[in-house]
């Protein structure tokens, strides 16, 4: 087997809007792509703060132990 490693893939997002005709096939009506060579990660960008609701509680470890 060869040694080499493939390039780093590109993220693309490609668009494409279709009509549906009578007969039930498809017509691209257009497309679109970006020109992004690199999109920034999901994750990233979803951080939220902890829970402080009565049924989570505190989620920093000051919760109270349930009454047995």
């Known amino acids: 087997m ?6 780093e893939p590109e993220a693309k997002l490609t668009i494409r809007v279709y ?10 009506v257009s497309s679109c792509t970006s020109e ?3 999109f920034l990660p999901l994750v990233s960008a979803l951080v939220w ?20």
């Open 2 to 7: 060869p040694n080499h490693q493939d390039p």
């Open 19 to 28: 009509t549906v005709r009578a007969d039930g096939a498809r017509v691209q």
């Open 36 to 38: 992004e060579e690199r």
């Open 49 to 68: 703060p902890a829970c402080r609701c009565p049924r989570c509680g505190d989620r920093d470890g000051a919760r109270e132990p349930d009454a047995a």
